[in-house]
């Protein structure tokens, strides 16, 4: 099956410091990608919804200036958590779909803001 | 509110056993459904899709079913074994285009030896 590469897999950070986090479909071209999160023994939730060369598509509640988006190529999106707070702790996870096929996942980034 | 539910939460079998997994959503509208199995920490493997024309897809030692005209999934695993022990998802994708899906919370599966 299809490939999601996330990284990093883990990532320990101070509070107030930006985070990166990357997530790559090895082989297949994604035109849209999703952001989830997921706290401890929760589902997942959707963040936002990254179309390739356009602006994300935010869920309500989601602030768009903490969590910067972009999808600059067929194969890469990356999440930004700004000024992270110990309360943006949690695992980010990426999924990534060749239209109209099944969705698939990368294997997460667990965040953790001292 | 749109909304996809999962029974039980959590369930322990003795290793052998058949069992069902329940999944119920509260909107019929819906292009697919997804199952995924999540080890702790780990992210997400898709087992089954089954797209809203179809009833069923099997898949080794799984069966999954869709009835859209009563909101339900069930997931069957049969003959269940220890390394089946993990998180369940079921996950519905809207018949609205965005492909984004909504997860219900998730059954903890443990199969004891």
Request: charged fraction near 20%.
């Amino acid at each position: 099956g299809a490939v999601v590469s996330q990284h990093p897999s883990r990532v320990i950070c101070k509070s107030g410091t930006s985070v990166k986090i990357e997530c790559r479909s090895l082989d297949f071209q994604a035109t849209t990608m999703f952001w989830y999160r997921q706290f401890p023994k929760q589902s997942l939730m959707l963040m936002a919804t990254s179309n390739e060369g356009s602006k994300a598509t935010y869920e309500q509640g989601v602030e768009k200036d903490k969590f910067l988006i972009n999808h600059a190529s067929l194969t890469l999106s990356t999440l930004t958590v700004t000024s992270a707070h110990p309360e943006d702790s949690s695992f980010y996870i990426c999924s990534a779909s060749m239209f109209p096929g099944e969705l698939f996942f990368g294997e997460g980034s667990r965040l953790t803001v001292l | 509110k749109q909304e996809v539910t999962q029974i039980p939460a959590a369930l322990s079998v003795p290793e052998g056993e058949n069992l069902v997994l329940n999944c119920s959503f509260t909107d019929s509208a819906i292009y697919n459904l997804q199952w995924f199995r999540q080890d702790p920490g780990k992210g997400l493997t898709s087992l089954l899709l089954i797209q809203s024309s179809q009833r069923e897809q099997t898949s080794g030692r799984l069966n999954a079913s869709l009835d859209k005209s009563s909101g339900r999934s069930t997931l069957y695993i049969a003959a269940s074994q220890p390394g089946d022990s993990a998180t369940y998802l079921c996950a519905r994708n809207m018949d609205t285009g965005r492909r984004a899906l909504t997860f219900g919370s998730g059954t903890r599966l443990q199969v004891q030896p």
